[in-house]
């Protein structure tokens, strides 16, 4: 006795997937016309295609201007508002928060968190000491915390501020290997927290440290003859976002973009005005 299949059974499924098939057709290419934008809650990706085309805004000062014509912007997280960082990313910006690692200052909200035995010589900024970055255990929570900061706010990337304290007169016997390790240790806790991590200035140690960070922010490079040592992230197809402060961008521009860099000048007071150099 013959078993005829029974062909409901066969057709239903079939329907579905022509229907979810013919749906994925019309829905895919309007997407696809769409800019790709790193979605909340994930690292910020800096593609390899793109290292020498971008443009960058750096503004910790005065009233934010979302207008500017960058792709990149690098602000204070605790002065930039979350309804801020989101019509940024309406606009398909990048965002980096900067925070100061290596360094305290009064004004801080959560400066009585950390303990006088770990806090130094006055540091750069008005009002700031230095910190022991050998004093892991004291210091992490408080960086931790300030990393959470950016990330709930809406930032994809953390650029690490005063990470070179070996180099100044903090009050501790600081080196260069307590400063590499302490350092390293930041990159990593940055991406345990969903934030790709970037390096401020620190020049001598960028060699050592390209393979840990996303991307290097550099100032005045072309001033005090340095912008060779930093080509160990352009050589790698990572951002190098770079400032100058005095002179001409139609003289320091030809150096730094021919290094691939993304490259501004500012005013040393960091508010919204920036001249940018025409990309490659």
């Known amino acids: 006795m013959r078993i005829r299949p029974r062909r409901r059974a066969v057709v239903r499924p ?21 800019p790709e934008i790193t979605p909340p809650g994930a690292p910020t990706r800096w593609p390899a295609e793109q290292a ?5 805004q750096w503004q910790l000062h005065g009233p934010l201007d979302p207008a500017v014509d960058a792709d990149v912007f690098l602000l204070d997280p605790v002065a930039t508002t979350a309804a801020q960082t989101a019509e940024l990313r309406s606009r398909n910006r990048r965002l980096i928060c900067q925070v100061y690692v290596g360094s305290v200052r009064s004004a801080d909200p959560d ?9 130094g010589s006055t540091g750069r900024q008005p009002g700031s000491r230095w910190l022991d970055v050998r004093r892991w255990d004291d210091l992490e929570p408080v960086l931790a ?32 290997d307590s400063q590499l390790l ?58 190098v976002f770079h400032v100058e402060y005095t002179g001409s961008t139609d003289d320091f521009c030809v150096t730094t973009v021919g290094y691939g860099f993304a490259s501004i000048r500012k005013e040393r007071t960091l508010d919204a005005w920036r001249e940018a150099c025409p990309l490659p």
């Open 52 to 56: 020498r085309h971008w443009q960058w």
């Open 182 to 239: 302490f350092n390293r240790r930041l990159a990593r806790l940055a991406r345990s927290l969903d934030l790709s991590p970037g390096l401020i200035n620190d020049v001598p140690q960028l060699a050592a440290l390209a393979p840990d960070f996303d991307f290097a922010v550099n100032e005045e490079c072309v001033r005090l003859d340095q912008c060779a040592k930093l080509l160990p992230f352009a050589d790698a197809d990572k951002p």
């Open 14 to 34: 079939l329907r579905r997937i022509v229907s979810v098939c013919v749906a994925l057709v019309v829905v895919v290419p309007a997407y696809g016309c769409r």
């Open 111 to 119: 400066a009585s968190r950390l303990p006088a035995a770990v806090q």
């Open 145 to 176: 915390d300030r990393f959470r900061l950016c990330r709930g706010k809406g930032f994809g990337a953390v650029a690490l501020a005063d990470a070179d304290g070996y180099a100044q007169r903090t009050g501790f016997p600081l080196d260069f």
